[in-house]
């Protein structure tokens, strides 16, 4: 049985369509806040842009709250209950993030980096997990149909063109777009056409148009949350232990061997900073989540807790 517990509506149906598939729907953790749990990944899936390190943009109770690397100077630039997934742009003078939209649903929207200009982007109730291209002039993300399948979708940053890059009876989502813009890094289960039972999800990358996926990990342990290095080398991710647990771990962007950084518990949705030299995350469980950061080899690890309860799906700020 898919365990939903922590998950908006739209998110546990998604779940037990998973399930359904034969894929364990806890691997689908859209970061959610308000209920404490993780709306999967639904935060942070994306790109550290190269730069310096800025702000580290998180969601927190009451909407997106934005922090000093040490955890000091937290304020809230977005004041909407349940606004999920900040991500920022790679000039860091913008973040992409959702906002609901009627019982359990989502759409994107735009705000300046100190709060202001704050637009909507898309008006449908499926549109989740956003990562800006490098450029700015689009966001890809998870649309997350009405029928039992999501796809990786692209919209301009106007609100126009918006397209599927994924279109098939399987699963594709939380997508994440590279520093250089030419691929788009998911989670996906396409592997699982001819042996759905007991088959659950893995990284792949494709083509920023939608062409040439490949599979990179292989390891049968649900994995998502994807998110570039600065120069593109390296993707981390969460991955789930069949026996329980969750994990972040590590794999180059060309294919090779996955390395594990911390051990299974309740570790989610990292993000690089900007300079390359730490990894942000979210750590605890559904309700009680704390922000840590640490080295890119998994040691060093720095609790950053600004705000009483939960705090997750952080992105850091890139600044040139």
């Known amino acids: 049985m898919a365990d939903v517990r922590g998950l908006n509506r ?23 806040f308000a209920a404490g749990a993780l709306a999967s990944g639904a935060g942070a899936t994306g790109s550290a842009f190269p730069g310096r390190n800025g702000l580290i943009a998180f969601q927190t109770v009451g909407g ?33 993030f959702m906002v609901p939209k009627g019982v359990g649903g989502f759409q994107l929207a735009i705000v300046n980096a100190d709060g202001s200009g704050e637009r909507l982007l898309t008006n449908d109730v499926n549109d989740t997990q956003p990562s800006w291209s490098p450029d700015g002039r689009s966001i890809v ?17 106007d609100g126009t063109g918006r397209r599927k890059l994924t279109d098939t009876p399987e699963l594709e989502y939380l997508p994440a777009w590279s520093p250089d813009g030419s691929k788009i890094a998911y989670s996906g289960a396409q ?3 001819d042996a759905p039972v007991g088959c659950t999800s893995e990284l792949y990358v494709m083509n920023s148009d ?11 342990r649900n994995v998502y949350g994807a998110a570039w290095s600065p120069g593109g080398a390296r993707i981390v991710f969460t991955m789930r232990d069949p026996a329980g647990g969750d994990a972040l771990a590590v794999v180059p962007a060309a294919g090779g061997s996955v390395r594990r950084l911390t051990p299974f518990g309740t570790y ?7 300079d390359g030299k730490r990894i942000v995350f979210q750590q605890g469980p559904p309700g009680a989540e704390d ?7 998994g040691k060093d690890l720095r609790l950053l807790r600004p705000l009483p309860g939960a705090q997750t799906g952080p992105d850091w700020q890139p600044r040139r």
């Open 210 to 220: 939608g062409s040439g996926a490949r599979r990179l990990t292989f390891g049968n």
């Open 291 to 297: 922000l840590w950061t640490m080295r890119p080899d």
């Open 191 to 193: 592997h699982c056409r």
């Open 10 to 32: 739209l998110d546990q149906e998604l779940a037990f369509r998973l399930a359904e598939c034969g894929i364990a729907a806890v691997a689908f953790v859209v970061v959610m």
């Open 64 to 96: 997106i709250g934005v922090m000093k690397p040490s955890g000091r100077g937290v304020r809230l630039i977005v004041r909407i209950d349940h606004a999920e997934a900040p991500a920022w742009s790679a000039d860091g003078s913008k973040l992409v």
């Open 141 to 157: 993300f998870t649309d997350e149909t009405p029928v039992a399948t999501s796809d990786v979708a692209v919209v301009n940053v």
């Open 268 to 274: 989610y949705l990292p993000a690089w900073s900007p």
